[in-house]
């Protein structure tokens, strides 16, 4: 199809609308001037700023159209920039200025032009004709929000806010009220920001052309010395960021509309929460305990130190007495160079990270199923399913961004599955909710995996062409006695069959998985259960398909990558294997690697306490406070000759090292995150380090100095020379490298010309060669067997949107001014009996401890199921969650905890 732009021809795209096909062949976003568009936004054409004249023939007569919302027809003529339509543009900018503060015309000094200035400029207004009318001008600004300012005198009415509001994030907290000169926007029932039900996303502020919506630190308007792209340092869905600087200071933090990740949009934790980076709680200097007390030194005493100890402790009680655990929230480049540091510079498999208590039974089951333990398929695919089913994962609060996108799917109405014992904002929109029992999981997909059977859902062709041991599956499964499954869920029989149904019916369907999977004594069983599921009905290896892991830390799918495991280095190979042990060791130019599968890190704290681990090499994990059982981990803590912490604040773990070194955080260096989507995306340093930090990468390659091992890309640490090596040991990241890594970054496989892999096991080609079916019984957890009569109440613990982890660095932002409090989420009836009124302080214990906390009333949660979080130090809850774990891999059962409450007298 072709059209004309002043009467010259041109090729038309696919639904180009005419605002977007004038852009293009201009190759000018400012072709056409706008008011009410966003691109990320469904086309408004309210404002008719972007008008255009249109005709059938050339120079024929013509008719006056928003070109935003207006497609090309075939041979249409445009003429864009004619006089009249420059009137017209005129005389609607005048118009809206009318009641516009007239000091916000022109952009102030030392500030950037809003875009409704450029809008201004570009229309060439020198002045307005019109008086000003009666209007919106006095109204005043809301300042109750810690980040969110709203100064609705400069509103101009384009509706972009409350449009971003729900078409972005999915909320609808912005509305319109009143008419005429007297409309304005509204939060909630009229509130402030802060009373409202606002989840904090910023995607108004960041859509408004104006300043009647900015954030706190005016990133808008700042004319910054530079902005730096970057991935965030939260959560496992990799959003870019630009990060704004001045004078060597963070200033402010915008979402990149050219980001595929995040499309322009972030949560409160990207966009707002940075002030932890220049906190004075910051560590600044290397620290030496001496006689109890923390007392600063230079770098190289705390070197000497750290190497005198550790070769002192290996020659005495070997290399196996040292175990590393590596930091998900340092880069890929990072976690290669510990791994090797523990592997190469001591000489021993004891390396570990935090996805031992989190998804190392995703990374385990997929393994045993599928032959690659990372998600199948992309987050863009949620544009193409029929159905979302959704199992043990929150991410309205644990991935915000994707959870949005998953919300505008549920509310456009694709068929949704929510399985979960809380009743979440996205189990509240679902069209089947499951609410089990905490620790059902398997019972719960036996069932549904029952019912695909019997209602003849199955995809044979599938099963037959890609898959093994179906039948043994097909024979366990028949067998169930359906009723005693029934009750032990808590969820009727006919509820899971039509979820069943719902989910075995669609063309393509979505599996989403989170900790309410992984987090249990039947974690991995759970993980090859919803891989069954997917290759029963063929939903594997197309698009809008798969099992996809929302996989929880910034960097927790590339620490695993790179070899943070005990029993496979880099690139998941094998560490007991000799010829993977040859293959290492050449690739790190030593004689030999060591033979033994390492300890996980619940044996490596068994160990000290049995006296066989003697040292303990930390880089930022908050283990005291977030591995269960604290007593237990204080016991093993105590035993130990050396604990070493690398971090950026004092933390509960940091209080019982000997040396703690101060990390630069991921502002301050560069390196690569790898998202949930298996995507490798770059850590641009955006400020120099804080006092004398220094990057993880840099205190690894001085420390296996000191232990008699040089790292080949040089003394200082180079992201870029690290990739290389590291494409040079896995296979799979074979074409990787700095500058192929873009913007967008890359997702691997990697070939070895740098072509990418959106999805994995395309047409049933699976990694392993076929797909496994495995077949489990449901067990009940033994922490329910041992002390479930005593402790009649399961604790389930999981995330607040506003606070990230051990809260070391959102509790020190202004996200702590909206939350500050951990509750425990109690059913009513279960208060009530006990005398307890809503909002008072309980106390709450289990086997392991007791710990006191405000609760709150919540129907969220069914009788005999209490539910809180474990981000604020003031309560501490893993003082009472308890020391069983998935059988597979150790992961604890953070999700199924028995106790009891009581009033506090
Ligand atoms: N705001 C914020 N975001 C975060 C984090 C944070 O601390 N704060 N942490 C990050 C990390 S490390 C991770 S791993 C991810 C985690 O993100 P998610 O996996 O979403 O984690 P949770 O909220 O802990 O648990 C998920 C859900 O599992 C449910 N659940 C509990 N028990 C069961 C069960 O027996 N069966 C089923 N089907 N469901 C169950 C819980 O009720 C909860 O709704 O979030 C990441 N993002
Ligand atoms: N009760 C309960 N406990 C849980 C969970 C639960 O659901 N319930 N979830 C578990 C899960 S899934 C996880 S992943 C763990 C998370 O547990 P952790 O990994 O311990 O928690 P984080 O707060 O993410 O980060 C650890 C530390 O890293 C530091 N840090 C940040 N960036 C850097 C850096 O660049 N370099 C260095 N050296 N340090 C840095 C931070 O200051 C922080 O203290 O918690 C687990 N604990
Ligand atoms: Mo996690």
């Not at 408004?208 to 792209?229: N, S």
């Amino acid at each position: 199809m072709k059209a004309f732009i002043n009467n010259t021809a041109y090729t038309v795209l696919e639904n180009e609308t005419i605002l977007e096909f004038v852009r293009r062949i201009e190759t000018n976003k400012n072709a056409i001037p706008t008011m009410c568009q966003d691109d990320r936004l469904e086309n408004f054409g309210s404002c008719r700023v972007c008008s255009v004249e249109i005709a059938r023939e050339q120079d024929g007569p013509t008719r006056t159209v928003a070109s935003c919302h207006t497609p090309v027809t075939d041979g249409i003529f445009i003429y864009h920039n004619t006089d009249r339509i420059k009137k017209l543009r005129k005389n609607i900018v005048e118009l809206v200025l009318t009641d516009y503060p007239s000091d916000k015309v022109f952009p102030e000094e030392n500030k950037k032009a809003t875009p409704f200035q450029e809008t201004i400029a570009q229309i060439g207004i020198p002045d307005v004709r019109y008086p000003k009318g009666e209007n919106h001008l006095d109204i005043e600004t809301d300042k109750a929000h810690p980040y969110i300012k709203s100064d609705l005198a400069q509103c101009i009415n384009c509706y972009r806010c409350v449009r971003a509001c729900e078409e972005i994030q999915g909320e609808m907290i912005l509305g319109m009220s009143g008419r005429g000169f007297a409309t304005n926007i509204i939060k909630g029932f009229d509130t402030s920001f802060d009373e409202s039900a606002c989840v904090s996303c910023g995607a108004c502020v960041q859509t408004c052309p104006t300043e009647a919506l900015t954030d706190k630190f005016e990133t808008k308007t700042l004319l910054a010395d530079k902005t730096v792209r970057t991935t965030c340092t939260y959560c496992g869905v990799g959003c870019q960021l630009d990060v704004s600087v001045i004078d060597g200071e963070i200033k402010g933090i915008q979402a990149p509309e050219t980001a595929e990740v995040n499309e322009g949009h972030t949560c409160l934790k990207g966009r707002f929460a940075f002030q932890f980076y220049d906190h004075p709680d910051r560590l600044r200097e290397p620290l030496i305990k001496k006689n109890g007390k923390f007392e600063e030194v230079t770098w190289e005493e705390a070197y000497d130190f750290i190497a005198s100890k550790m070769l002192h402790i290996k020659n005495k009680y070997g290399p196996d007495s040292i175990g590393g655990i590596s930091s998900s929230r340092a880069t890929n480049e990072e976690n290669y160079l510990m791994q090797k540091m523990i592997r190469v510079g001591v000489g021993t498999n004891n390396i570990d990270g935090c996805a031992r208590v989190c998804h190392a039974p995703t990374a385990y089951g997929m393994q045993q199923a599928f032959g690659t333990g990372a998600a199948t398929n992309s987050i863009e695919d949620l544009k193409q399913t029929d159905a979302i089913f959704l199992f043990g994962a929150n991410p309205i609060k644990g991935h915000p961004v994707t959870g949005a996108k998953i919300k505008q799917a549920f509310m456009k109405g694709v068929t949704s599955i929510v399985v979960d014992p809380v009743k979440t904002k996205l189990a509240n929109l679902a069209t089947h909710f499951l609410q089990i029992r905490p620790g059902t999981n398997v019972a719960v997909l036996n069932m549904i995996a029952y019912h695909i059977i019997n209602e003849n859902l199955v995809n044979e062709h599938f099963i037959t062409s890609y898959t093994e041991k179906y039948e043994e599956f097909k024979t366990h499964v028949s067998n169930l006695n359906i009723p005693e499954l029934e009750k032990l869920t808590g969820v009727s029989n006919e509820d899971v069959k039509q979820a069943a149904i719902a989910y075995a019916s669609a063309e393509r369907a979505m599996e989403f998985h989170g900790l309410g999977v992984t987090e249990h004594f039947q974690g991995s069983k759970t993980v090859m259960l919803l891989s069954n599921i997917a290759m029963m009905t063929g939903n594997i290896g197309k698009n809008g398909v798969g099992l996809n892991p929302l996989r929880g830390q910034n960097n927790v799918q590339g620490a695993a990558d790179m070899g943070v495991q005990p029993h496979q280095g880099a690139g998941y190979m094998d560490v007991n294997k000799p010829e993977i042990q040859t293959y290492y060791a050449e690739k790190y130019g030593i004689d030999k690697m060591p033979v033994k599968e390492g300890l996980k890190i619940p044996q490596m704290l068994d160990a000290a306490i049995d006296g066989k681990i003697k040292a303990l090499y930390i880089m930022g994990e908050d283990t005291i406070m977030t591995d269960p059982n604290t007593n237990h981990s204080i016991k093993a803590f105590e035993k130990l000759e050396l604990i070493v912490v690398q971090e950026l604040f004092m933390t509960a773990t940091t209080e019982l090292a000997d040396v703690v070194l101060p990390a630069a955080s991921y502002f301050e260096k560069n390196g690569t995150f790898t998202n949930g989507e298996r995507r490798v995306q770059r850590v641009n340093k955006v400020v120099e380090p804080i006092g004398n930090s220094k990057p993880d990468g840099q205190i690894i390659i001085d420390i296996m100095d000191k232990l008699g091992y040089k790292q080949p890309t040089g003394a200082t640490y180079n992201a870029a020379l690290v990739i290389e090596e590291i494409a040079d040991v896995i296979p799979f990241m074979k074409g990787l490298s700095w500058d192929r890594l873009g913007k967008n970054g890359l997702q691997w496989p990697i070939k070895e010309d740098g072509t990418d892999t959106q999805m994995l096991h395309v047409n049933g080609q699976f990694k392993k060669g076929i797909g496994t079916f495995h077949n489990f019984d449901f067990e009940e957890s033994p922490e329910i067997v041992s002390h479930g009569q005593k402790f009649p109440f399961i604790l389930t613990t999981g995330r607040e949107l506003e606070h990230y982890n051990s809260g070391t660095m959102t509790r020190r932002t202004d996200n702590q001014h909206i939350l500050n409090k951990d509750y425990l989420e109690v059913n009513p009836k279960d208060a009530l009996k006990k005398g307890i009124k809503d909002s008072e302080t309980v106390r709450i214990y289990s086997d392991r401890g007791s710990v006191n906390i405000p609760i709150k009333f919540s129907k969220n949660v069914k009788k005999g199921v209490l539910r809180t979080t474990f981000h604020q130090p003031e309560v501490f809850i893993n003082l009472i969650t308890g020391s069983v774990g998935d059988k597979e891999t150790l992961t604890p059962e953070y999700k199924v905890v028995a106790v009891d409450f009581e009033k506090i007298e």
